[in-house]
């Protein structure tokens, strides 16, 4: 299914998209659906260009991507990426028209998103801070969720962009920064889920289970969670490649991991899933589904999970 979502005033806003992944195309895609003029940048060419036959146009760098643009939105793997996009050489605000937003959707430290804030509003740009949720399967629906925060000018100039992206669109505070906290809680249990399922599934295997059997019975009973009906689906296939790759989890929950030495706050179940990450990240898997936590699992225990289908 595809958003048909007409965003209001969608016909009078130009949209710039920096960073068509697994998140950004998917995005900027239902944009273009609801009628925004849409212009996508990417450091792969041919994902632009293909970007440009399908939904709108294509740019050589995110500059350009952001030239006449009155939103742009950043959907970039971490906060180190989106300070070269928005501030590092040929970085974008520089070249954004006065009193245009940037929509940050990358997860983060809080702390990182009001450094960006405060960069950006001294431009005499609008900054709102907005990580998502939801998977490639939502931003390519128009279905996401997005937590944003910003000053009540930035959220204006931004909501009809937003809410073309969002099923639900929540709006958190008028202090950049929220945002990125309400998303690292999310990443917290997220992560702690997809942990906890790779455990569980594993654990059933060497129980001599039938883990197809086990899934169907689980996701209709109390031990179900979004994660584990999301994710183990990925083991039973054998299929491990990145809708959500390890990597993200290393990176989110050692977010996680800092904020709680900093708050003096104890996050040993977190911790723990943390060090399942970067163990199977270890084993050269970092770039795999993160259910490839369940892989790790295996060896350990020297069990075979099923294979991926020739």
């Known amino acids: 299914m595809t958003s ?18 697994s998140m950004g195309y998917g995005m900027a895609g239902s944009l273009a659906r609801a009628g925004f003029a849409v212009t996508g940048f990417d450091t792969r060419p041919a994902v632009v260009a293909r970007f ?4 709108g146009a294509g740019a050589a760098s995110a500059a350009e991507a952001a030239a006449e643009a009155d939103v742009v939105v950043v959907v970039v793997v971490n906060a180190d990426q ?29 702390e990182r998103a009001r450094e960006f804030a405060r960069a950006v509003e001294a431009a005499g740009r609008l900054y709102v801070d907005a990580p998502i949720s939801g998977g490639a399967v939502r931003a390519a629906e128009g279905a996401l969720t997005i937590l944003a925060s910003g000053t ?7 909501r009809p962009a937003l809410e073309a992206m969002a099923a639900k669109l929540y709006v958190l505070g008028d202090e950049p920064g929220i945002g990125a906290s309400f998303k690292i809680v999310n990443q917290l249990l997220a992560g702690v889920h997809i942990a906890a399922a790779c455990e569980a599934i594993v654990f059933a295997r060497r129980l001599g289970l039938d883990i197809a059997r086990v899934y169907e019975v689980i996701t209709a009973s109390a031990g179900n969670s979004w994660m584990f ?16 790759a390890v990597e993200i989890f290393t990176k989110d929950l050692g977010i996680v991991a800092d904020i709680s030495r900093s708050e003096k706050f104890a996050t040993p179940i977190a911790s723990s899933a943390l060090q399942m990450f970067l163990m199977t990240a270890a084993a050269g898997m970092g770039g795999d589904d993160d259910a490839s ?10 069990l075979e999970l099923p294979a991926a289908k020739e």
């Open 229 to 244: 009906e999301n994710r183990i689906p990925h083991v039973l296939e054998g299929d491990y490649s990145p809708r959500s």
């Open 293 to 302: 936590v369940a892989r790790l699992y295996a060896r350990i225990a020297s």
């Open 152 to 158: 009540p000018a930035a959220l204006a100039k931004a």
């Open 4 to 21: 048909s979502k007409q965003g209001p005033g969608a016909a009078a806003l130009t949209v710039g998209v920096v960073g068509l992944g």
């Open 52 to 55: 440009a036959a399908e939904h």
């Open 82 to 110: 989106t300070r070269q996009v928005l501030l590092g050489e040929g970085g974008l605000l520089a070249a954004m028209k006065p009193g245009a937003a940037v929509v940050s959707c990358a997860t983060m430290a809080p």
